[in-house]
């Protein structure tokens, strides 16, 4: 299509951009509102403010992914541009289920590491310094534990934006109805500051965090 794609996660945040780059409200009401449109037509819908280009939505089932935003380039935009744009909705929900699974699996992992070296048991625990190992996670180097308040529903996207904050070689997980982080910052406030950031952005509120050094 010769045009500029922007990527949109599920907040309408561009993927992978300074989180205060961000559009003024104005802005980000309207393309929500396409972006609403779009999902529930499955079409592409014109950008807000007489902008050339369009939006459509990116969704699996009931599921809602994002967004794609298409900057009209060189290519004027008719049906046939409409309907690959469509298509390319699809394929982007495809990647990002398959994505998610992955991702999912991994932290599944971390998280069980992350509750055997909290549970106190031996036969929990003993094999833990190798098994974090073949994740990437060196034990002896967690200094610092960030613990989070995080209601219920809000524990997995929390566990996955604690988990960018303090990859690759922390690890995150749920443990006694709280988020808790184990990371390598010598620290403890500055792992507190980045990983509350990162969950807090995520979640769109407040979020209590407290954090204590590993002895």
Do not use: Y
Request: net charge positive.
């Amino acid at each position: 299509l010769r045009c500029r794609v922007a990527i949109l996660d599920e907040g309408l945040r561009v993927a992978g951009a300074d989180p205060s780059t961000a559009a003024p409200a104005g802005q980000r009401d309207a393309l929500r509102a396409a972006v609403e449109e779009s999902r529930r037509s499955g079409r592409c819908v014109p950008l807000p403010a007489g902008q050339p280009g369009v939006v459509v939505a990116v969704v699996a089932g009931q599921t809602f992914l994002g967004a794609l935003v298409l900057e009209q380039g060189e290519v004027e935009f008719g049906p046939v541009e409409h309907r690959t744009a469509e298509r390319a909705a699809q394929i982007t929900a495809l990647l990002s289920l398959k994505q998610d699974a992955l991702v999912e699996a991994e932290q599944r992992v971390r998280g069980d590491l992350l509750a055997d070296m909290l549970s106190g048991d031996p036969q929990r625990t003993s094999r833990v310094v190798q098994r974090a190992r073949a994740r990437g996670v060196r034990v002896h180097e967690l200094r610092a534990v960030v613990v989070l308040s995080v209601p219920a529903d809000g524990r997995r996207p929390a566990i996955r934006a604690a988990g960018r904050a303090v990859a690759p070689g922390g690890l995150v997980g749920e443990h006694a109805d709280h988020v808790v982080v184990l990371g390598a910052q010598q620290d403890p406030a500055s792992a507190a500051v980045s990983v509350h950031s990162a969950v807090r952005r995520e979640l769109g509120r407040p979020v209590l965090a407290v954090a204590a050094p590993l002895d």
